[in-house]
């Protein structure tokens, strides 16, 4: 996305697998290969609860450019996931704000960074206030930091390998399942009512309105207060499925097994014998759910017994009997997909019987599978390397053009 000289506001956006390569130059130059996908040129793109997955420049800014007018206004990113992004400079953003002597202008606020890679650093702002967010996980090769700062303020963060700043932390994120592209916050997460009020989003990045505690979470995710608890379906007086008068399966009236309108063995609607609604021989249906939904975006698809390709969600009827749901390889000859950091293994065969007039539900939950989970720092960093020398010629031969901004 390319914006120069306009403000566009950006919302509930992901922005993944694009690429910006580089070309030769003169002189031995390099031309391009910046900004992987989005540019902010003379722009104060205004950008909130988006993602950015896996994106990546030959040169500088895996996913996110900035550089706006002196004059401002000036860009801001907040309620974002930024993961997967590579360059062989600042693999996630580069916020670069005119070299002046005010406070800074930029924000980026309540976000996430992680598994994002480069030779050096993978972050790097300048006069930018940085607040309330999570760096953890990002490869960033000779660099001790993920950040490259000028005139820039970090607070309130969660940083790996720490970062010098008020109410900053250097402790797990604790996400609630990383292998599998999930960055919100589990039980126990040190990031959970830490940040701070001042400039923070009323709401994060899937809606949920902050705060749900006593502070704001940091990181694009706020945990809902009292997740996994609550009223629920349980065991109790009142109407439901008893003996007794009522709505139940007592004798009586109701519907149950007794005489009348029930479920029973008298007359009326139910499955027993008499007249009204029983078992047939009609169809029954399957719906078939994917996660997470990184895996989804990179085209998991299922089928079943050498049927057609669908997608996560999608119900199909079937006559009644056995059958076996298969889940597609994703393949990046196919879907294009750039994933220098990491691979999914997809679910195993599910059986499962279909009924008639029901339907039966199943998930598959693709693994990931981190390429440099048990590499040695030192093999880390030989290793990415030579990612990214094939990331430059990979791209050189590989050329793909986009053209979605706004320019003045």
Known sequence: MFNFQCSPVVRNCTFYNNRAQSVPGPYGTQIGGS???MANYGSAAIVSECAFINNSASQVGGAVISEPDPSGPFPSFTNCLFSGNSAQFSGAMVSDMPRRTEFPRAGV????????????????????????????????????????????TVAYSDIQGGFTGEGNIDTDPLFSD????????SEGSPCLNTGTMTTAPAIDILGVSRPQGPGIDMGAYERPVGEGEGEGEGEGEGEGEGEGEGEGEGEGEGEGEGEGEGEGEGEGEGEGEGEGEGEGEGEGFLQVMIEPAIARLEGARWRVSGGGWHESGETLALAPGEYTVVFEEIDCAIWGCFKPWFDWNPPDDISVDITSGETSTVTGT????????????????????????????ASLLRSRSRGLGCNG
Do not use: E, M, Q
Not at 123 to 144: E, K, L, M, Q, R
Not at 178 to 185: H, Q, V
Not at 375 to 389: P, V, Y
């Open 35 to 37: 900004a992987g996908a």
């Open 109 to 152: 606020t309540n976000c996430t960074f992680t598994r994002n890679g480069s030779s050096y650093y993978t972050i790097d702002i300048v006069y930018t206030a940085f607040t309330n967010c999570i760096v953890w996980g990002d490869h960033h090769g000779a660099s001790s930091s993920p950040f490259r700062t000028d005139h820039s």
């Open 178 to 185: 990383p292998s599998n592209g999930d960055y919100s916050l």
């Open 366 to 393: 693709y693994t990931r599978v981190d390429k440099f989970s048990t590499a040695t720092s030192t093999s880390r960093n030989a290793a990415g390397d030579l990612l990214l020398a094939a990331i430059v010629a």
